[in-house]
């Protein structure tokens, strides 16, 4: 009786340190769990209070007051941003799409191989060698900053996005439907376009989504490509303003009036990128439902 | 063709648009089958067009670091002066700081990554597993320019008041944590990017977690193991690869992050063992001085940085896909 009582106890004493430890270690995980949410809501809400104490009609409709003067706003750099971000995805989508297509339809080779590993290390470039890689190849060639070299470098970035997730999406199309297309007879060109693409339209679209998200905050790629522009341009071989970028130039500024304005900016940026980000989700949720 | 079209007659017409229609019908597939040959080189042409990119990339880069290269030589890597005025530029400050910045990011990152992969995958609920893996990848998708604001108005501030007094009082004696510190400088830079990098390694650990196999973790309970033995012993092991992939991408993101890093690192060339000084990263000064370079050679030696930069981040993400794509079978390798 005693014996079995001498030998019971280490055995308890080492089996509670175990399930102390377990029980820490655990804990610890759940901490670093809530310390990285603590910190996206800190962010968020910082910027969303900042945000919605600057942002005004004025910030959306006005172009940027002369140096020093409170008011004005943000009308050149919305524009800006919309021009290059729409030249950039008229570049880059063909690209990307067709690629994509290679890809899943064709892609067993070695040049498949190659675009894929391509695609994947080039999609983590950071956007600063897109940004040198569009002044030497266009501004030092034209001799001033323009619209041209901002949307190349920006295209450059969402290029190998679009590319990857193309393949990804096309894949999932199920075999049956293109058995089914080329047993009426459907040549594989036709069937790759007219039946596969538009059912993996969805998947695809969402692809370019992001990628317009991920570009349309990108500041690093524009500093010296698009640089500038404190007046409405539409033309591509000017400078061009963009958010992020009047972001930087008013926030690294020594006026109060400028930091108000980067704000809100930075509101308009966050919930741009947040609304692309929950409709991906919502799309790619629904798509999964209806596989299962 | 446009001419056979413009002088066309209505009944020509009418005739074209029914060969139109053999043409594209099946009965003619016969004849056509070249067109498949055509679409597939389209498509391959638009892939290799990729390759060609990253040619050109490598070609532009080289071509304007030229002069730079030619006249500093591999010298250029270790000399710390920075002075474009005597024509006398180096990188060491910058290598040094990108370095130094991206190993306190990893320093931070990995292991509270790792912890919340364990969250995500062995401790949540699936409802709460995904809503969480939600809010964690909505931080990478913050821009950068977003974080580099935070952190100039708000992280800055609190590394001054209350970080770095803090790290003096308690490692005060080791020179990493020494001197004053004005808010913005290398360590106010690491912990932005540790931020920034976290959401990679979480989401990629979490992949690689969830597919460590169930009957691993259940082998290892059935000895008596507690859960955390299991991860630790098992789990962690199994994936150990992708965790190793999981942090090499995130180094890669660390080292060539331009914004946020710019607007708190204090844009200072120099060394300094203290990590409350200033000090600069290679895509910081590119990003602050290249608009303002004056001179072939300083804009050349700029470029060179880039180079530098764009070499080793590609080689980081090279390594990191190879490791991460051995994991899932290959690149791409679904069907």
Known sequence: MTSAVSTAQPVRSISMRRKVVSKVMLGLCVAATCVAVAMLVWILGYVLMQGALSVNPAFFTELPAPVGEPGGGFLNALVGTGIMVGVAAAMSIPIGVLAGIYLAEFGHGWLARAVRFISDTLGATPSIVAGLFAYSLIVVRVHHFSALAGSVALA??????????????????????????????????????????????????????????????????????????RFLSASLDEPMSSVPVQVYTYAIAPYDDWHRQAWAGALVLVTLVAMFSAGVRLATRSRYKLEQ | ??????????????????????????????????????????????????????????????????????????????????????????????????????????????????????????????????????????????????YGLWGLFVLAPLVRLWVAPALRKTLGFLPLFSGESNGVGMLTAGLILSIMVLPFIAAVSRDVLAAVPQTQREGSLALGTTKWETIWNVVLPYGRVGITGATILALGRALGETMAVTMVIGNSPQIMASLFEPGYTMSAVIANEYSEASGPLYLSALTELGLLLFVVTFAVNGAASLLIWRLTRGPGAHA
Not at chain 1, 188 to 211: D, F, K
Not at chain 2, 63 to 90: T, Y
Request: net charge positive.
């Open chain 1, 156 to 229: 450059l970035l969402m290029i190998p996005t679009i590319t990857r997730t193309a393949e990804e999406m096309i894949r999932l199309v199920p075999r049956t439907l293109r058995e089914a297309a080329l047993a009426l007879g459907v040549p594989e060109w036709r069937m790759t376009l007219q039946i596969v693409l538009p059912a993996a339209s969805s998947g695809v679209i969402t692809g370019i989504m992001l990628a317009i998200a991920r570009v349309s905050g990108e500041t690093a790629a524009l500093l010296f490509t698009a640089f500038n522009n």
């Open chain 2, 1 to 146: 063709m446009t001419a056979d079209l413009g002088t066309m007659t209505a009944g020509e017409g009418v005739s074209a648009k029914a060969r139109n229609l053999r043409r594209w019908g099946p009965r003619a597939l016969q004849g056509w089958t070249n067109l498949d040959g055509l679409f597939r080189k389209a498509c391959g042409a638009f892939a290799a067009s990729i390759v060609a990119l990253l040619a050109l990339v490598v070609y532009q880069l080289v071509h304007a670091s030229r002069l730079s290269i030619d006249h500093f030589g591999v010298g250029f890597a270790w000399e710390k002066v920075w002075d474009p005025v005597a024509q006398k530029l180096g990188a060491a400050t910058f290598i040094y700081g990108t370095v130094v910045t991206s190993t306190i990011a990893l320093l931070i990152a990995v292991p509270l990554g790792i912890g919340i992969a364990i969250f995500l995958v062995e401790l949540a609920p699936r409802r709460l597993g995904s809503v969480v893996g939600f809010l964690v990848e909505l931080l990478a998708a913050i821009p950068s320019i977003v």
